[in-house]
């Protein structure tokens, strides 16, 4: 898969989550063009087209950013902070995708610019149909920016 037909940017430590996650996106039939990463830095060098990733075209975003909030070394908040602070990768629809149901979590998201908060449910079935659901909103029926 060419780096620049990524549709989906999941970043996840946790295996097991991003294994849960595939799966249900799989299942959806929504994990044809996704690019995992299991840790911060290699998500900015993705999503800032640098390092490894120099090679992607930083003007063909993904469609989605599935980002877990709590990451070493950089935690979800500082990247979301990075992509929404920076012009060419504002735009980028960033789906917080994490265990927290904290308020104050919650309202650093949205103030940041989170474009959605979901709280990863305990059992796969709500967790595959959530998935599902997101993905299809954002793969299929948003409209992103020309």
Same mark, same amino acid.
């Given at each position: 898969?060419?780096?620049? &037909?990524?549709?989906? @940017?999941? #970043?996840? *430590? =946790?295996?097991?989550?991003? !294994?849960?996650?595939?799966?249900?996106? /799989?299942?959806?039939?929504? &994990?044809?063009?996704? @690019?995992? #990463?299991? *840790? =911060?830095?290699?998500?900015? !060098?993705?999503?800032?087209?640098?390092? /490894?990733?120099?090679?992607?075209?930083?003007?063909?975003?993904?469609?989605?950013?599935?980002?877990?909030?709590?990451?070493?070394?950089?935690?979800?908040?500082?990247?979301?902070?990075?992509?929404?602070s920076n012009e060419?990768?504002?735009?980028?629809?960033?789906?917080?995708?994490?265990?927290?149901?904290?308020?104050?979590?919650?309202?650093?998201?949205?103030?940041?610019?989170?474009?959605?908060?979901?709280?990863?449910?305990?059992?796969?079935?709500?967790?595959?149909?959530?998935?599902?659901?997101?993905?299809?909103?954002?793969?299929?029926?948003?409209?992103?920016?020309?």
């Amino acid at each position: 898969m060419s780096l620049n &037909a990524v549709e989906i @940017l999941l #970043v996840e *430590d =946790s295996m097991d989550d991003a !294994e849960l996650t595939i799966r249900a996106l /799989k299942k959806n039939n929504l &994990a044809n063009n996704l @690019l995992h #990463v299991s *840790d =911060s830095e290699a998500a900015l !060098e993705f999503i800032f087209a640098t390092g /490894k990733f120099s090679e992607r075209n930083i003007n063909i975003p993904p469609k989605l950013i599935l980002l877990d909030m709590h990451m070493p070394k950089i935690n979800g908040l500082e990247i979301l902070k990075q992509i929404k602070s920076n012009e060419q990768t504002k735009k980028y629809p960033v789906v917080i995708l994490t265990s927290s149901k904290e308020n104050k979590d919650i309202e650093k998201c949205y103030e940041l610019g989170a474009n959605s908060y979901i709280v990863k449910p305990v059992d796969f079935d709500t967790f595959s149909e959530t998935i599902g659901k997101l993905g299809w909103y954002w793969l299929q029926i948003n409209q992103p920016p020309a």
